[in-house]
């Protein structure tokens, strides 16, 4: 069974960093694009940024310049970098990974999501 677990999130003051790593768990096979979304209570999920497996990476406006996107493809694991938080970065932040993994002795190609984790930029 493949798992996405995000971890890394917690209470920041603004201006600060917080390190979001997603470890993905399973007979994986490969994974395609691994990307980060965020979403603010009543409102709906956005994109921060994703990066392909060649490297290519793609961020929100409110994310450039301030959050790198990396990945250890040997550890299937992908990484959040955030710098010069602001409390408008507040939100639950959700790893997504688009890979194909054995399941029930197949190979599968899906798309999976962590649980999310908690981000609060607050003074």
């Known amino acids: 069974q493949v798992q996405l677990v995000e971890s890394g999130g917690g209470l920041v003051q603004p201006g600060g960093s917080l390190r979001l790593s997603c470890a993905a768990s399973g007979t994986i096979f490969s994974i395609n694009d691994m990307g980060w979304y965020r979403q603010e209570p009543g409102k709906q999920r956005e994109l921060v940024a994703t990066m392909t497996s060649s490297g290519r990476t793609n961020y929100a406006e409110s994310a450039k310049g301030r959050f790198t996107i990396s990945r250890d493809n040997a550890k299937n694991t992908g990484y959040l970098q955030m710098n010069s938080l602001k409390p408008e970065d507040t939100a639950v932040y959700y790893c997504?990974?688009?890979?194909?993994?054995?399941?029930?002795?197949?190979?599968?190609?899906?798309?999976?999501w962590g649980q999310g984790t908690q981000v609060t930029v607050s003074s």
């Open positions: 997504n990974a688009q890979l194909v993994a054995v399941v029930a002795g197949i190979l599968v190609k899906d798309d999976y």
